[in-house]
């Protein structure tokens, strides 16, 4: 009747960190650790679940048989019994490094009320009883460990329990026979409770913990390209500190699933005790991430005059207002040495900067026409035809974490198409004019609420343009930096925030939630210490 609160505790206390690996474990992407104040929250949250439901526990009936002199052998069965009183003197829950944890009610005292019924030959006599059970003891050890699929596990390794005394109250009809002999019926009583009581911790365990603790995800689908594995690499271990645990934390495929190439960085994390509990996320998790969709071509952006049009909808943005105060007045600083092309690269920048503060309704568009300026040639060449830009990672874009900074350095080809379907059938209405490189230097940030890890863009400097490869002739890029700087800040970036700000999700059991958080940037992952509440 002891044991239903504790697989709630020992499910709170799997959530935790993992420090040290034996040889040849891989290190996690995702690691948590608890501390003593979440452990003295978890065992007050075990003893609350306890009191609430000790009325709804039913309780195994009791019977027996006894000599009652001249009666002879008397049939004796104890039923319907429900707690209706429970003191709690003494509880406990403590960890003991390579032994697991160990639960213990001691001293506590329990009121049972019920049914008794004697049967003797054909005679049946029934009533009601009171039993109460003083000086209750229980030792429970549990083991930690992993099944395959990566999910925790527990069993009871050693349960131990003693009872001081029970004393029994009959009523009902001739009640007064069994009163008699109610020393020898409250013995029996008590022999039969200290047989039962590790006998049901066990069923408890088996039962109710091990259930509760599938419901940790082991995979989580976080939309139709990618899910990511939460599994464990290793088996949970009791520290002094706490309970330690390492999740794999790696993104993979819906519709393929490749081995990654490279491994998960080692996580040190600081001795912070201030909070329940601590998540440790390497950039690992991220990285895996940038794989998956690389590889599924969710990277690659189209632009197109619609695209073009839709600028107006970003321009009053807040973003778009600061961006304009740091870029929109360029100084150029001239000098003997300055080299003149760099001289006409940045007045005209400036120029082109000025040029995007006209009307919103003028209309700007992906043309030959509006490139005579930058690509004389292309004008030339193909007069008052549209134009398409293709755009996608020369490969998967990978976080660089330091302490207290998150840097994404990603290089992008660019590829410009010019547009007409009955030129060019058999390619889609598309002829290739050039291709170039844009590298840039990213700043993340990083947000964590209470169930989810979520981040947005800033930028860390411009974009660099490069050309690589040309089919109309040479030309210099210097002069379209400005133009993919304006449309990178005010469509790429805003598409990539809008899929951070959906998240990925923390492995949390059903109804639990994070608050006062606090969160820190260090070498290889983000760490984030917050309190628990469980519904």
């Known amino acids: 009747m002891m044991a239903r609160p504790y697989y709630m ?17 891989p290190n996690p992407g995702f690691m948590v650790r608890i501390t003593g104040k979440g452990l003295e929250y978890a065992h007050q949250y075990g003893v609350a ?7 709804t526990i039913k309780l195994p009936d009791l019977s027996g048989s006894y000599g009652i002199g001249w009666l002879g052998s008397v049939n004796y069965v104890f039923s319907g019994m429900r707690i209706h009183h429970f003191l709690l003197r003494n509880s406990q829950l403590s960890l003991h490094p390579r032994q697991g944890i160990k639960a213990s009610l001691s001293n506590n005292h329990v009121s049972v009320s019920g049914n008794w019924k004697v049967k003797k030959s054909f005679i049946t006599l029934h009533g009601t009883f009171d039993l109460s059970v003083d000086g209750m003891s229980v030792l429970v050890s549990l083991n930690l460990d992993k099944d395959q699929s990566g999910r925790p596990t527990v069993s009871v390794t050693h349960c131990h329990n003693f009872i001081g005394h029970v004393s029994i109250e009959i009523s009902g009809h001739i009640s007064w026979i069994l009163n008699l002999f109610h020393e020898r019926i409250e013995n029996n009583v008590k022999n039969i409770l200290e047989q039962k009581i590790c006998k049901m911790v066990k069923e408890s365990a088996a039962s109710r913990l091990e259930p509760y603790l599938r419901t940790l995800p082991v995979t989580s689908m976080i939309d139709q390209i990618a899910g990511i594995d939460y599994r464990l690499v290793g088996a949970p271990q009791v520290t002094f500190q706490g309970l330690d645990t390492p999740f794999k934390g790696e993104f993979f495929g819906r519709n393929w699933n490749s081995s990654v190439p490279f491994d998960a960085p080692p996580i040190m994390l600081p001795q912070k005790h201030d909070h329940m509990i601590y998540f440790a996320v390497s950039e690992y998790v991220f990285n895996t991430a940038s794989r998956v969709y690389h590889q599924a071509g969710q990277m690659k952006f189209t632009i197109q005059n619609k695209h073009i049009q839709n600028l107006t909808k970003f321009i009053n943005h807040k973003s778009a207002k600061n961006w304009r105060k740091q870029h929109l007045r360029p100084r150029c600083l001239t000098s003997k040495s300055t080299p003149l092309t760099t001289l006409a690269s940045c007045f005209s920048s400036g120029f082109l900067l000025g040029v995007l503060q006209i009307p919103l309704n003028f209309p700007i568009q992906l043309h030959t026409s509006s490139f005579w300026a930058i690509i004389p040639q292309l004008a030339r060449l193909y007069p008052n035809m549209e134009l398409e830009l293709e755009t996608s990672p020369e ?4 976080l660089t974490f330091t302490p207290g900074n998150v840097t994404f350095m990603p290089v992008m080809d660019i590829q410009a198409f010019v547009l007409d379907e009955d030129l060019w059938p058999k390619s889609a209405g598309r002829k290739p004019l050039f291709q170039i490189r844009a590298s840039t230097n990213i700043s993340i940030t990083i947000n964590v609420n209470s169930s989810r890890i979520t981040g947005s863009l800033t930028t860390g400097s411009e974009l660099k343009l490069e050309l690589k490869h040309s089919n109309i002739g040479f030309f210099n890029v210097n002069l379209m930096e400005s133009i993919f700087n304006y449309y990178a800040l005010h469509i790429v970036y805003p598409s990539l925030n809008a899929k951070l700000e959906e998240g990925i999700p923390l492995p949390l059991p059903r109804d639990t939630y994070l608050n006062s958080l606090e969160f820190q940037i260090h070498e290889n992952f983000v760490f984030l210490g917050a309190n628990v509440d469980v519904d």
């Open 395 to 398: 490969s998967a874009p990978f």
């Open 9 to 25: 505790v020992v499910a709170l206390l799997l959530l935790a960190e993992f420090t040290r690996f034996g040889e040849g474990t």
């Open 49 to 55: 679940t306890l009191k609430n439901d000790l009325s």
